[in-house]
């Protein structure tokens, strides 16, 4: 195999080294290029070769040997020609970003209303471009981590760093998954209470001192990809994604409050912090919310209303009712 390949282990290369060995056995193939139906993730046209044998065309993959073509690719084109040709460019790049989209049954549902405008939905989001529309897709859902934050922090009374931090970090888990970004997030922040712990020590003012941390965590976080990509861990590389400003605000945040209040309470206020944002990160990626949102975003306006509702409420919280416990005991 490495005498056929000459050094060349590209996917194009087996695939013509496969396409001239079958033609010698008379073997009618050729090559196809298709894409994967997955949403939110850019993608390049992924190489195939296909023979017909007179009933059925088999699939091969050239770079695993994976026989038959899996549900999820959609053949774009077919022959040696490239995609795009550029003239007086070298080395055009395509990328393809692919979006689920419920267009036909809601226009399906609008044609068998005959009193419905038909142009309700050229003017809904989904008469938007499909990378705004992706953008909008995460938009509209952060109201809902807000919601979430609000009722964890105003109603059962859990502690956490700030109100919408807890949201931000909910958005990075949507790329590093909830598991891994857990495990991003603590490696992080431990080892940026470390070195805040030590500038401590040099009187810093707060701004030299966040900036120290700042570009602390951007070195980190590099180190983090870099050595990630070195052992096969692709999803290390997300953490890229995770926003550096807030990590460095948590950072000082909980550093302050470990000084001030104890290491105790500053573990049950980072923990709580990690919680609620676990907590919105599932909720915020429910698919059928999700598409409800964003199919009548006037739903935000009932959020708002409710979150008026609890702006309004002056009562205990859940918390505040197990602490004074004992007064209820001793009026009774």
Not at 16 to 44: C, F, G, M, N, Y
Not at 273 to 292: G, R
Request: charged content about 15%.
């Amino acid at each position: 195999m490495k005498l056929l390949l000459a050094g060349d282990p590209s996917t194009p290369h087996k695939a013509k080294i496969v396409e001239l060995l079958l033609s010698i056995a008379h073997v009618p193939v050729e090559k196809v290029h298709t894409i994967r139906l997955v949403a939110d993730q850019p993608q390049t046209p992924e190489l195939w070769l296909r023979s017909f044998n007179g009933n059925d065309w088999l699939y091969f993959n050239p770079e695993t040997g994976e026989q038959g073509l899996p549900a999820d690719r959609l053949l774009w084109w077919t022959g040696d020609e490239n995609l795009i040709t550029v003239d007086g460019g070298k080395k055009a790049m395509v990328t393809f970003s692919l979006n689920n989209s419920e267009m036909n049954a809601i226009r399906l549902a609008k044609l068998t209303d005959e009193n419905t405008d038909a142009n309700f939905l050229e003017y809904s989001l989904y008469g938007l471009p499909l990378q705004t529309q992706q953008t909008f897709m995460i938009m509209v859902m952060i109201p809902i981590g807000v919601l979430v934050i609000l009722i964890l922090r105003n109603l059962i009374g859990l502690q956490t760093l700030g109100t919408f931090t807890p949201v931000l970090i909910a958005l990075a888990f949507r790329e590093t998954q909830l598991g891994f970004g857990i495990v991003l997030f603590t490696i992080i922040t431990a080892l940026g209470l470390s070195l805040r712990s030590y500038l401590e020590h040099l009187k810093l003012q707060m701004l030299p001192r966040l900036s120290v941390v700042l570009t602390f965590v951007v070195v980190l976080i590099a180190a983090i990809s870099l050595f990630s990509h070195k052992l096969g861990l692709e999803r290390g590389l997300s953490v890229a994604l995770f926003p550096m400003v807030i990590l460095t605000m948590t950072i000082e945040r909980l550093s302050i409050t470990w000084e001030e209040r104890g290491a105790n309470h500053a573990l049950k206020v980072a923990i709580g912090t990690l919680f609620a944002a676990s907590l919105a990160h599932l909720i915020m990626s429910v698919p059928e919310l999700v598409y409800f949102v964003f199919t009548f975003p006037a739903i935000l306006l009932i959020l708002v209303g409710f979150m008026l509702a609890m702006g309004r409420y002056r009562g205990y919280r859940l918390t505040e009712l197990v602490r004074f416990k004992a007064f209820l005991k001793a009026d009774s």
